[in-house]
C-alpha cells in the first residue's frame, strides 16, 4: 500500500468503548519535548562543529596573553676543538712539539659543556602583542556568539519541528478514524441498497466519501512519515543519504 511504501507500519486496529477510537501508533511517539530538545544539544555535529572551534579559540587566546609575560629558557651546549700547528714560535726559537695528537683524540678530549637559564622579557615590541591579543579575542568572542546562536537555533527547530510532528500525528490518528467511519457507512450503505432501501445515489456518495477518507489517510500518512524525517534530522539522527 501507499503507507507500507512509506515505510509506516499502518496497522491500526480500532476498539469501539463507550464511541471512543484509538489508533495505536506508540512505536512513533517522541513523549517528552524537554527531553528531546536535550537529545538534539547532544547529537548535532553542527552544534558540536562550532563548539570544538570556539574551544580551540580558547587556546589561542590564551597563547596571545603569554606574550605578555618573560620566557624563561633553559639551554646547554657542548663544543669541542682541536688545533694542529705547523709553525710557532717564542722569542725568535721554533718551539713546534715533536709529536701531536691526531684530531680525532683531540676532539674527544677537549670538550667545553656549559648550562645557563635565559630569562626575557619582551616589553617594548611596538604593541604586536596587544593588537594580536585583541584580534584573537575578537575572534574567540565572535566564534561565542556563533556558538550561542547556533544552540538557540537547534532549540528553536526542535520546538517547532515538535509542533509539527505532533499535528501530524493528530492527523494521522483523526484520517484513521475518518477511514473507519466512512468503511462502515459505506458497508451499512452497501446493504441497504442490496435490500432496496438506499438508492444507488446515495451508495455513489458513500463510495465518494470513502475515496476521500483513503486519500486523506495516504496523505496523512505521507505527512506523518515526513515529519517524522524532519525530526530525525533536527535531532541529529538523520545521517547522509537518509539512513538512520
Known amino acids: 500500500s501507499l503507507g507500507a511504501g512509506c515505510g509506516l507500519n499502518h496497522g491500526c486496529r480500532f476498539s469501539t468503548v463507550g464511541a471512543k477510537q484509538r489508533c495505536e501508533e506508540k512505536e512513533f511517539l517522541y513523549e517528552n ?3 528531546l530538545v536535550e537529545n538534539a544539544l547532544a547529537k548535532r555535529t553542527d552544534l558540536q562543529a562550532v563548539q570544538s572551534l570556539w574551544s580551540s579559540s580558547s587556546f589561542d587566546v590564551q597563547t596571545a596573553n603569554a606574550g605578555y609575560l618573560p620566557k624563561l629558557d633553559l639551554v646547554a651546549s657542548a663544543v669541542s676543538g682541536g688545533a694542529r700547528l705547523y709553525s710557532q714560535s717564542v722569542n725568535g726559537v721554533g718551539v713546534v712539539p715533536a709529536t701531536q695528537d ?10 667545553h659543556y656549559s648550562i645557563g637559564l635565559n630569562l626575557t622579557w619582551n616589553i617594548f615590541d611596538r604593541l604586536v602583542t596587544y593588537a ?16 550561542e546562536d547556533k544552540h538557540t537555533q537547534i532549540v528553536e527547530e526542535v520546538h517547532k519541528v515538535y509542533g509539527d510532528y ?33 438508492s444507488f445515489v446515495d451508495l ?6 470513502l475515496v476521500q477518507a483513503e486519500s486523506a489517510r495516504a496523505l496523512a500518512l505521507i505527512n506523518f512519515q515526513l515529519q517524522r524525517w524532519n525530526m530525525k534530522y533536527v535531532l541529529g539522527d538523520l545521517l547522509v543519504g537518509g539512513s538512520v
Open 102 to 111: 691526531n684530531m680525532t683524540e683531540q676532539l674527544s678530549k677537549q670538550i
Open 204 to 209: 455513489m456518495t458513500a463510495q465518494d466519501t
Open 132 to 147: 594580536n591579543k585583541n584580534q584573537v579575542s575578537s575572534q574567540s568572542y565572535k566564534l561565542k556568539l556563533d556558538l
Open 166 to 198: 505532533k499535528l501530524s500525528l493528530s492527523m494521522l490518528q483523526s484520517s484513521a478514524k475518518g477511514l473507519f467511519a466512512a468503511e462502515k457507512a459505506y458497508q451499512v450503505m452497501t446493504g441497504r441498497y442490496k435490500v432496496g432501501s438506499a
Open 33 to 35: 519535548e524537554n527531553q
